[in-house]
């Protein structure tokens, strides 16, 4: 909520307005669109609209192939399909991933899994363990993300004039650092995921101590 609520106020301030808890019901208009009807029965009058709908993988030719589906292409640790002789990589497969399955939608995860399965393909086999990270460019703040929140069970806000950052904890464990305009928070929340270890949520939480005189373990 604390990253939700930091944009939620950037786009107010940039004269957004945010409707929650009510859903598009239909739009209205002959030639082009002319007004939005909310589920709420208010109506907006708008110029064009632009849907979110997200997006779903594209598997018909991995399902005519017989592959087996689950949230996308699933794939082994090598990138290998349930036929060993075909393998996926990308947004459009998922992976084992602590003990479930998960499907990436990002470009880093695109190229490297791309050549894990490569190697897999030439004999080099080495299990796929993603880096997770992803960006987003919103007017001129940078939201910078490393490693997932899923399952989080504490969340520390580290946050002074000049930058702010939101860390998830689980069983006293970083998982995944949320940094807006803060590189320095992004880059060594990444460093410490990737590492395995963690510092203290009380030492994030202190903007007086330096991230880089935090012990980790």
Not at 77 to 101: K, L, V, W
Not at 112 to 141: H, K
Not at 205 to 215: E, G, H, I, N
Request: aromatic share 8%.
């Amino acid at each position: 909520p604390e990253t939700a609520d930091y944009f939620r106020a950037l786009h107010t301030n940039h004269g957004v307005e945010i409707k929650e808890g009510v859903g598009l019901a239909r739009f209205h208009g002959e030639d082009r669109v002319t007004s939005a009807e909310l589920s709420d029965g208010t109506s907006l009058e708008i110029d064009f609209a632009i849907v979110g709908i997200g997006i779903r993988p594209s598997v018909a030719l991995a399902e005519a192939a017989g592959l087996t589906i689950d949230n996308g292409i699933a794939v082994d640790a090598f990138g290998a399909t349930s036929d060993p002789d075909i393998f996926a990589a990308g947004d459009c497969c998922s992976f084992p991933y602590q003990g479930g399955r998960l499907r990436l939608e990002s470009v880093p995860n695109a190229i490297e899994q791309a050549e894990c399965a490569a190697d897999a393909m030439l004999g080099r086999t080495e299990s796929y363990v993603p880096n997770i990270w992803f960006w987003s460019d919103q007017y001129d703040t940078k939201l910078q993300i490393a490693g997932l929140n899923a399952g989080y069970d504490q969340v520390v806000l580290r946050a002074d004039e000049a930058a702010t950052s939101v860390w998830y904890f689980k069983d006293g464990r970083l998982i995944s650092v949320d940094a807006m305009s803060d590189p320095r928070s992004y880059m060594m929340g990444k460093r410490w995921i990737e590492a395995g270890v963690s510092p203290g949520p009380d030492d994030i939480r202190d903007t007086a101590l330096p991230l880089k005189s935090m012990s980790a373990a």
